[in-house]
C-alpha cells in the first residue's frame, strides 16, 4: 500500500516536471524541472529495489551532470531569451501528434503485453538484493561479465575529455600552440 | 515492498520519453533540446531498472550504468561544442546553424 501511494507520488511529480520542462520559457527553468523528474525517478528506483543505481542516478546524474548544463547557461547568458517563431509550419502540431501516438503505443504495450516477459520472477530481485545486497552484485556481475564493457567507458571516457580539451581551447592559444610546437621539437632534436 | 506492477513504470517510462521526443522536437534552443535527450535517457533507464526487476537479475542495472557513461561523455562533448558555435555565431537558436542545409 505505501508502495503504491510513493509510486503515485512519483508518477504525478516526474510527469508534471517532465511537462513543465515543454512550457518552460527560461533555460534554468527547463533545467531544474529536469532535476526534479531525475530525483523522482531515482526514487521508481529504489522502489524497485536498484539501491545502487538510484544513488548514482542522484549523484552524477542531478549533481554532476545538471551543474554541468547550469554551468554553461550561466556561460552563454541567463537572459538571453529563446526565440520562439517556428520557422517550418505545423511543426509544433505534427511533432505533438506523433508524440501522443508513440506515448499511446508505448503505454498500450507496457500494460498489456508485459506480462508474457514471466514477471513472476520479479521475487528474485529482492532475494539478490537481501542476500549479497544490491551493490555487491552489481560490483560482481559488472567486474566479470561487463569487464570489457567496462574497460571500454574508461576509453570512451578518456576521449571525451582529449575532445573537449581541444573544442574549448581559444583560436589565439592554437596559434601560440603551434607556432611553440617546432621550438620543442628541435629541443629534442638538440 | 515492490507490489506495483511493472507494467505501470513502464507506461511512465514510455510517457516521460515521449514527453523528450517532443520536446527536442519542438524546442530551438540547443542547450534545451540536450536537456530533453538527457530526459530521454532518464526515461530508457527506468526502462531497464523495470526490465532488471521483471528478470530478476541485476543486468539491467548495469545497462543503466553503461548509459550513465555515454550520456555523460555526450552531454561534456556536446556542451563543448554549442560552446564553439555560441562563441563564433553568437547565438544557440538550432535554426541559425544551417551551412550544411541543402
Not at chain 1, 22 to 47: D, E, I, R, Y
Not at chain 1, 137 to 146: G, P, Q
Request: proline fraction near 2%.
Amino acid at each position: 500500500m505505501i508502495a503504491l501511494i510513493v509510486f503515485g507520488a512519483v508518477f504525478v511529480f516526474a510527469l508534471g516536471c517532465s511537462i513543465a520542462m515543454l512550457f518552460a520559457k527560461n533555460a534554468v527553468h527547463t533545467a531544474l524541472f529536469l532535476v526534479g523528474s531525475q530525483v523522482a525517478l531515482a526514487v521508481a528506483f529504489l522502489l524497485q529495489g536498484a539501491h545502487f543505481v538510484a544513488a548514482v542516478q542522484i549523484i552524477i546524474y542531478a549533481g554532476a551532470i545538471m551543474v554541468l548544463f547550469l554551468f554553461v547557461v550561466m556561460l552563454l547568458g541567463v537572459d538571453r531569451s529563446e526565440v520562439l517563431v517556428e520557422p517550418l509550419p505545423a511543426q509544433r502540431q505534427v511533432a505533438l501528434g506523433l508524440g501522443t501516438l508513440l506515448a499511446a503505443g508505448i503505454t498500450y504495450i507496457a500494460l498489456t503485453s508485459v506480462d508474457l516477459i514471466g514477471a513472476d520472477r520479479t521475487q528474485a530481485l529482492a532475494a539478490i538484493n537481501r542476500d549479497p545486497g544490491n551493490v555487491l552484485a552489481v560490483a560482481r556481475t559488472l567486474f566479470s561479465r561487463y569487464l570489457l564493457g567496462f574497460e571500454a567507458t574508461s576509453v570512451l571516457l578518456v576521449t571525451a575529455i582529449v575532445g573537449v580539451m581541444v573544442l574549448a581551447r581559444r583560436v589565439d592559444s592554437v596559434t601560440s600552440l603551434s607556432a611553440s610546437t617546432p621550438s620543442s621539437e628541435e629541443r629534442e632534436v638538440a | 515492498m515492490t507490489e506495483v506492477a511493472p507494467g505501470y513504470y513502464l507506461a511512465l517510462a514510455g510517457l516521460m520519453f515521449s514527453i523528450g521526443v517532443i520536446g527536442a522536437l519542438v524546442r530551438r534552443n540547443a542547450i534545451v533540446i540536450f536537456m530533453f535527450i538527457e530526459l530521454m535517457l532518464n526515461a530508457v533507464n527506468l526502462m531497464f531498472v523495470t526490465f532488471s526487476r521483471i528478470r530478476g537479475s541485476v543486468d539491467g542495472q548495469i545497462l543503466v550504468f553503461f548509459v550513465l557513461v555515454v550520456a555523460a561523455a555526450e552531454a561534456v562533448v556536446g556542451l563543448a561544442i554549442i560552446l564553439v558555435i555560441v562563441r563564433r555565431r553568437a547565438s544557440a537558436n538550432v535554426d541559425d546553424v544551417s551551412l550544411l542545409r541543402w
